[in-house]
């Protein structure tokens, strides 16, 4: 209701400009926050040295139109005059535009889409960036089918399911996690409705054999797929499926992907498609952040000479939805995280009870290792806000459950209405879960990009909400370094945060909070909390935040918080390795706590279980090494489709440093936090 309500707002806001406006085309065309390097080239080429265009496109020129534009943030502002019907004009299949219109029920095209479409259409390259939730995977699903049945009209009819084969992929879409491939498959099949493309996907955690005989059984067409599992695939050539006519690549959470984590296995699938001068293929690259490095990166993804970089953010303006409130609560320890999650809840519930137009309450919890998820979502389960009768559907999604579980939580939160998903990073990019009204992230999140994607999970195409970070005071001057240029706000309303435990007499209600927390604690295994503290030791520190400081803080939850007189032990050797046999506060020596067995937890499955660790985002980042460590491989003569060793140290490659400039002139110039 909400999202046709904000539609036709925008339809009707934008009447008067839409009736003037004649050609989808031209509309894009006047849009200075494409670079067009292509169009650019063909115009001038001839007239000024490569350089020059460069500089004109991407320096004072395009930065100085693109700063006049509007940065208007509201609902109605993400929606962009240009409608879906109107892409009937540039040839798209009716097949398409009706399970748009008539199955999604979606009118206008969203900014990024309206960008997207045109220039992918036509078949340039694309490396995009724009907000999360303004419908990028409908801004690369669009043009990569359309393209697909104008190369083969034969997929347009319904009667190609027939004939489709598995040997004969023609477009894939790959993701960083397996909840976000399956959601993508979704769309697509949505969009494939009344066409003959056949959408598969294919995902790591899942039993490789049932998903070959399937797509041997129903062929494939577009395959939706993530890394590991994608390569496992095509390398093997018992499997029955292969892409030897290739036109289509994309990359979601593209900077993701051209990660540390991922950029070997991206690497070794490009080596299996058949080289560019044999099988032209189309490269689209999309996310929400494109880090500086990768970018960098991405350019050695794209045809260097017809690519498109489309930004729909612009540089004076947050990279987050401005409309998404965003407070930071200081809390005194660790021991106040889950008191304030319970106030923060406890308000949320009786706001969305006396206020018809508020969200129910439907939240993320954020933390940034897999110990303090599964802990987590042991102790909110055995409060009363968790409790199954009378309180709200707890929820996790973290790398050790099976790939069953995950599949099925996040199918039950997305259906649900009200509720609490505790979730690792996993879900951090791409999840589309609706109408969630609270993201909550817990500890200092990893890095800016991170916190900008786990925000990024409400707030989705127009819709409201709202965004807290509860850190302990200790971490917040590490969080100001993290994340810069960011809308967060000091919030000193949760009493339950500002509480000192064992001081003061709190109010009946922050007493009752921090009771119900202690009696959870008691009911949740003692090994859970054990690995809580190992994690959090191990986590990312800073120049602001040392391992000492998180000491401190952690055996003050222990003690004070959860009852404990003793603190977890360290093994020696462990706190040698790690070294923290030297750190005050550390008890050195071996626990016996009973451990819960795996199945209780949910089996010992690891994550994404190809190359190059998994995306626990303690791994990750390991100090922004790109390429460095990847070795000597790529310089290739398939133009375009290799990394090149060259491009990857950066030096001397004009292109290159064009694209990355240009990048730095209109991308996102963090300044200081805002709290
Ligand atoms: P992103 O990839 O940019 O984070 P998604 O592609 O997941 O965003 O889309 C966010 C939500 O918006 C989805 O529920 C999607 O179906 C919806 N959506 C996409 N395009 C439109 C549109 N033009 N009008 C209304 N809703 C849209
Ligand atoms: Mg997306």
Not at 300 to 326: G, Y
Not at 574 to 600: H, K, Q, T
Request: charged residues 25%; hydrophobic residues 35%; proline residues 5%.
């Amino acid at each position: 209701m909400l999202k046709s309500s904000l539609q036709r707002h925008a339809r009707l806001g934008n009447l008067a400009r839409r009736q003037l406006s004649t050609l989808v085309s031209q509309q894009i065309r006047s849009r200075p926050v494409v670079a067009s390097c292509q169009r650019l080239a063909q115009r001038e080429r001839q007239l000024v040295p490569l350089k020059q265009i460069a500089l004109r496109l991407y320096s004072q020129g395009s930065a100085a139109a693109y700063a006049n534009t509007q940065t208007d943030d509201s609902p109605a502002s993400l929606y962009n005059t240009t409608r879906f019907e109107d892409l009937a004009k540039l040839g798209v299949d009716e097949r398409i535009i009706r399970a748009i219109t008539v199955d999604m029920k979606y009118d206008s095209m969203t900014e990024v889409q309206s960008l997207t479409i045109n220039p992918a259409l036509k078949g340039v390259d694309l490396v995009a960036q724009a907000k999360t939730g303004t419908g990028k995977t409908l801004g690369f699903l669009i043009p990569v089918f359309q393209r697909l049945i104008a190369a083969d009209p034969s997929l347009a009819s319904p009667q190609h399911r027939r004939d489709a084969s598995s040997k004969d992929i023609r477009a894939i879409v790959l993701s960083p996690t397996r909840e976000l491939a399956e959601q993508i498959g979704v769309e697509a099949r949505k969009l494939a409705r009344h066409t003959g493309l056949v959408v598969q996907t294919a995902v790591g955690g899942t039993r490789k054999r049932e998903a070959m005989f399937k797509m041997q059984r129903e062929g494939c067409d577009v395959l939706i797929a993530t890394p590991g599992r994608l390569h496992d695939i095509l390398s093997d050539p018992s499997t029955g499926v292969d892409a030897p006519k290739i036109q289509s690549f994309v990359l979601d959470e593209a900077d993701r992907m051209l990660d540390v984590g991922f950029a070997d296995a991206i690497r070794d699938i490009v080596d299996l498609f058949p080289p560019i001068s044999q099988v032209d293929r189309q490269t689209l690259l999309f996310s929400a952040t494109i880090p500086r490095d990768v970018v960098h990166l991405a350019k050695s993804m794209v045809k260097t000479d017809n690519f498109d970089f489309v930004q729909t953010i612009n540089p004076d303006e947050t990279p987050t939805h401005a409309r998404i409130p965003q407070h930071l609560v200081a809390a005194k320890g660790y021991e106040n995280w889950f008191p304030a999650v319970l106030e923060i809840a406890d308000r949320a519930i009786k706001n969305s009870k006396n206020n018809p137009d508020a969200l129910p309450f439907k939240a993320i919890l954020f933390f940034s290792n897999t110990a303090t998820v599964q802990f987590a979502n042991r102790v909110i389960k055995n409060t009363p806000l968790g409790n199954r009768f009378n309180g709200v559907p707890i929820f996790d999604i973290h790398s050790k459950l099976t790939q069953d579980t995950r599949t099925r939580n996040a199918e039950a939160f997305r259906r649900a209405q009200t509720g609490i998903l505790v979730s690792s990073d996993v879900t951090a990019r791409g999840m589309d879960f609706p109408n969630v009204s609270h993201v909550i992230q817990i500890g200092l999140p990893p890095d800016r990009d991170q916190y900008i994607h786990r925000v990024g999970r409400t707030g989705r195409a127009g819709k409201a909400g709202e965004g807290w970070l509860i850190l302990a005071e200790e971490e917040i001057k590490e969080a100001r370094v993290r994340l810069p240029g960011l809308p967060i706000k000091p919030n000193n309303t949760i009493q339950s945060a500002s509480h000192t435990l064992g001081q003061g007499t709190p109010s009946p209600e922050v007493a009752q909070f921090f009771e119900d927390i202690s009696k959870a604690y008691e009911r949740v295994p003692k090994d859970l909390f054990a690995s809580v503290y190992n994690a959090l030791l191990g986590q990312k520190f800073g120049r602001n935040l040392d391992v000492g400081d998180c000491v401190r803080l952690l055996n003050n939850w222990c003690k004070v918080g959860l009852g404990w007189e003793e603190t977890p032990a360290i093994t020696p050797t462990s706190a040698r390795n790690r070294g923290l046999d030297r750190i005050p506060g550390i008890r050195l020596g071996f626990d016996n706590y009973e451990r819960e067995s795996d199945d209780r937890r949910g089996g010992g499955f690891g994550s994404y279980g190809g190359r190059g660790g998994g995306f626990n985002s303690n791994d990750r980042r390991g100090g922004g090494g790109g390429f460095s460590s990847n070795g000597g491989r790529g310089g290739g003569s398939d133009s375009g489709s290799r990394f090149n060793s060259r491009d990857r140290r950066g030096g001397g490659d004009p292109f290159a440093r064009r694209v990355s400039s240009d990048y730095e002139s209109r991308g996102r110039q963090p300044s200081r936090a805002s709290f």
